[in-house]
């Protein structure tokens, strides 16, 4: 398993506390899967702009799949915060950026065209959750003793389903049920979903965001237990573990982010970015 990328960051209401893992799985050669965390050093940024979480799952064969992710998170995660704009804005922004960036490269390499990648994005700034999504990577939130989905897949089979041609249920064991029908980098302009307004978060809420390779193996009430159980980073551990014991088809991805007030939420740690987890600059 890769490090993990471990934070606490002291909101203006809320406390944030959350992790990333991502796993080749049982299968692949290669993982095409990134993910990362995001807390700013500078207490007016972490004010402004808040905690980024973003998961990617990589499409293209070979590493394709590997630097099309990449550069979604790390772009995103730059863009973001160079942003001025409304955080809402300023996901938009950050998704166009990945998307140039990835259909670029594309472009450049002829070992690399046709790459792309899904992208479920969220911040989280006070208590108020901005969320940018493409493709079949998913984002959940635990509430009290309920979970729920918050992104719907842009898929073939979610089409299917919203038509009437087949089930909920059907759609969850279909053969295509990993065709999409959007990803970023596979167009010069990408069509993402934008939440018109904030979520409003609350004290003991978690956010949970994840790639396929996850949702299609553990289903929705074992990821409420498990997410529940531990904090974020023994989440991770125990969801990735899961998804292997199943079989680990695909690369396994998975971001916990636990909220809590400031008076419940434990000590502050000096805040890692997976980047520096993983000795990059």
Excluded at 137 to 155: F, K, P, W
Excluded at 185 to 198: D, I, L, N, Q, S
């Amino acid at each position: 398993m890769s490090p993990h990328d471990a934070a606490e960051a002291a909101n203006t209401r809320l406390v944030v506390t959350a992790a990333v893992a991502s796993d080749v799985g049982c299968v692949r050669a290669v993982n095409e899967d990134s993910g990362i965390v995001v807390v700013p050093h500078d207490p007016s940024v972490l004010v402004r702009r808040g905690v980024l979480i973003v998961v990617a799952d990589g499409m293209g064969g070979h590493s394709a799949g590997e630097v099309a992710s990449r550069l979604v998170i790390e772009t995103m995660s730059k863009r973001f915060y160079e942003s001025e704009g409304h955080p809402g804005q300023a996901l938009r922004e950050a998704l166009d950026a990945a998307n140039r960036a990835v259909f670029k490269k594309a472009g450049e390499d002829p070992g690399l065209a046709g790459m792309g990648t899904t992208c479920t994005a969220v911040a989280v700034i006070g208590s108020d959750a901005f969320c940018a999504h493409v493709g079949d990577s998913r984002l959940h939130m635990v509430r009290g003793s309920a979970i729920y989905q918050l992104t719907e897949d842009h898929s073939a089979v979610r089409d299917m389903v919203a038509r009437g041609i087949i089930s909920a249920a059907e759609a969850r064991r279909h053969a295509d049920r990993n065709v999409l029908l959007r990803a970023v980098g596979t167009h010069e302009r990408v069509e993402g979903t934008f939440w018109a307004e904030p979520l409003t978060l609350r004290d003991g809420d978690i956010l949970v965001a994840c790639t396929d390779g996850l949702h299609d193996l553990v289903d929705v009430e074992e990821l409420r237990v498990e997410v529940e159980a531990a904090l974020p980073v023994a989440a991770c551990d125990r969801l990735v573990a899961l998804a292997r014991e199943r079989g680990g088809h695909d690369n396994i991805t998975v971001a916990v982010a636990r909220l809590a007030s400031e008076t419940a939420a434990e000590p502050s740690r000096r805040p890692v970015t997976t980047r520096e987890l993983k000795g990059q600059p």
